[in-house]
């Protein structure tokens, strides 16, 4: 039955008309909270119950927390819509964006910068995207003397805090925001720092003759 | 001769398991590095709209390329527009 409400509500509200509410005083905007509060209870826990089960003793007030500063921030952000999406989508888009970074930080609070370049972990690997294949006997000394020649050239061409980030983000795969969180910085100041490093290491391969694929290849050997 | 390289190298086997993963990891990065790269920034802007697309259908990996690029590339970026698919799903089917 509440579903059904919220699903009429939803409908009855347009982008315009839930900027018109939310911009209001009084009754009218205390209607247009209560129902978005709603709406996020109801669709949080299908957003984010893979990063935190929903049998956890605290996935009820995780929702709720994430749900009221998405709200407080949608209050603050809602000039900044532009309707590109529906406002339920942007909406959303805070939410999950609210939700995972309390996750991860979590999740990694009790890991120390230095520990993150070394690559332990407080869970399982984070990121096995990119896992090379088991190597074969024949192929080990080549894939040794490329790691080494890959190493050497990290600390050739990238800045100390550059090395420090690169380790921890790209090779380990610790999360963006954890990382931004222990330097004082932020995802966005982070990702454009590492992508500077990966256009240098790039520039440096190819002054030596040498391309990702074909050092790659080493690796699928 | 093979075999006495083998032994020799054993006892270090499993970290250089480690460190071949962590620079495969790296060189297909190196790979995937574009000279213009959207930031996560630009990509937070544009997520509603292309998992909104992506609900809808639509080929928005052509459309919006440098969004799907930026994903492939930043973790921390996909899984914020995996559970951002996750809520439209679910609101679609519910």
Not at chain 1, 31 to 42: F, G, N, P, Q, T
Not at chain 2, 8 to 17: A, Q
Request: net charge negative; glycine share 4%; aromatic share 6%.
């Amino acid at each position: 039955m509440e579903y059904a409400i919220i699903s009429v509500m939803q409908n009855t509200r347009d982008n315009e008309t839930w900027l018109e509410d939310l911009r209001a005083e009084g009754a009218k905007k205390e209607a247009a909270l209560e129902d978005l509060h709603k709406i996020l209870m109801r669709i949080l826990p299908a957003a984010l119950s893979r990063w935190l089960p929903s049998s956890s003793s605290h996935f009820e007030t995780f929702i709720e927390d994430t749900a009221q500063e998405t709200i407080l921030r949608v209050i603050d952000k809602l000039d900044s819509f532009e309707g590109r999406s529906k406002f339920t989508t942007w909406v959303y888009k805070i939410g999950v964006n609210i939700g995972l970074g309390q996750l991860r930080l979590k999740k990694w609070k009790e890991t120390s910068l230095d520990k993150l370049e070394e690559g332990n972990e407080p869970d399982e690997m984070p990121s096995e995207r990119f896992a090379a294949d088991e190597p074969n006997p024949e192929s080990m000394l080549e894939r040794k003397n490329v790691i080494e020649m890959v190493q050497n050239v990290m600390k050739e061409e990238l800045t100390p805090r550059q090395h420090q980030v690169m380790m921890a983000v790209a090779v380990q795969g610790t999360p963006l925001d954890v990382v931004a969180e222990r330097l004082g910085s932020n995802r966005n100041a982070l990702y454009k720092l590492i992508h500077d490093a990966r256009l240098r290491l790039k520039r440096r391969l190819e002054r030596e003759g040498l391309s990702p694929t074909e050092l790659l290849a080493v690796f699928s050997e | 001769m093979i075999k006495r390289i083998i032994n020799w190298l054993m006892p270090k086997k499993k970290k250089m398991e480690e460190n071949a993963a962590m620079t495969a990891n790296l060189l297909k990065m190196l790979e995937m590095t574009k000279e213009d790269e959207h930031s996560c920034a630009d990509v937070y802007e544009l997520l509603d709209q292309f998992a909104e697309l992506k609900t809808r259908g639509a080929n928005v990996e052509e459309m919006m390329p440098k969004v799907k690029h930026h994903l492939d590339m930043c973790k921390d970026c996909f899984e914020e527009y995996e559970a951002l698919l996750a809520a439209l799903e679910f609101e679609a089917t519910s």
